[in-house]
């Protein structure tokens, strides 16, 4: 079956690097999505991997290894408008995408 | 400007009755999609559609129908015979490439009492 696992909640303090992973095991695989989402919105893109390695986007960067099926999302220097959800999307061989149930992130002064 | 949206944000409706969401975009996108979001769950795909006049199935597309009459409009009817319509409604638009990246509009709550 086709399954992404990112963890339900994470609490970090403002200023600080929060690492938010995501597992992923789907029938085919055409690149993971992240987008964050606040409360009661619509989500937004963050980023697209679809090759192993580091992108580096401003504050945020995404991380992705094929071969182990995982990937992390990197937030640095946090600030409190970060509190979110966060969006694990992996792309299947149909390039549907398959979604994780998102990771709370609460960040506290 | 160029976007996505949806309407109404909150809709309350009574059991038994069918209801629609609306959902527009002017980004020129080929490609619409309705998901459901539910507390605890990751977004599932109702219906999608890639050109106008044709439609697919998503994973829950149950109790649902949809069309697509022009290319900037999808709009969404829940029936009555989705056993449970209460959630957070989103539509997304894209592109036809590959892992092209989707837009979403704000969502609709639908609240069935």
């Known amino acids: 079956g086709q399954n992404i696992d990112q963890p339900t909640e994470m609490t970090a303090t403002e200023g600080a690097i929060v690492q938010i992973n995501c597992t992923y095991q789907?029938?085919?695989?055409?690149?993971l999505f992240w987008y964050q989402q606040h409360a009661g919105e619509a989500p937004t893109f963050l980023s697209y991997?679809?090759l192993d390695g580091l992108e580096e986007k401003g504050r945020f960067s995404s991380f992705l290894s094929r071969s182990k099926g995982y990937s992390y999302l990197l937030l640095k220097e946090l600030q409190m408008k970060d509190s979110a959800s966060y969006l694990c999307?992996?792309?299947?061989?149909?390039?549907?995408?398959?979604w994780g149930a998102g990771t709370k992130l609460i960040i506290k002064p | 400007d160029g976007g996505i949206t949806q309407s109404p944000k909150y809709l309350f409706r009574k059991e038994g009755q069918n209801v629609t969401l609306s959902c527009e975009q002017n980004?020129?996108?080929?490609?619409m999609y309705w998901y459901r979001q539910d507390p605890g769950q990751g977004l599932r795909l109702i219906y999608y559609?890639?050109?106008?006049?044709?439609?697919q199935k998503g994973d829950i597309a149950e109790g649902y129908s949809v069309s697509r009459e022009k290319k900037e409009s999808f709009p969404l009817t829940v029936t009555s015979a989705q056993k449970n319509p209460t959630a957070f409604y989103l539509c997304?638009?894209?592109?036809?490439?590959?892992?092209?990246?989707?837009?979403f509009g704000p969502g609709t709550r639908l609240t069935v009492l």
């Open positions: 997304a638009s894209g592109g036809l490439g590959g892992a092209d990246t989707q837009y």
């Open positions: 980004l020129n996108h080929d490609a």
């Open positions: 559609s890639q050109i106008v006049n044709d439609f």
């Open positions: 789907t029938s085919g695989f055409n690149g």
């Open positions: 991997n679809v």
């Open positions: 999307a992996s792309v299947d061989s149909n390039y549907q995408l398959i």
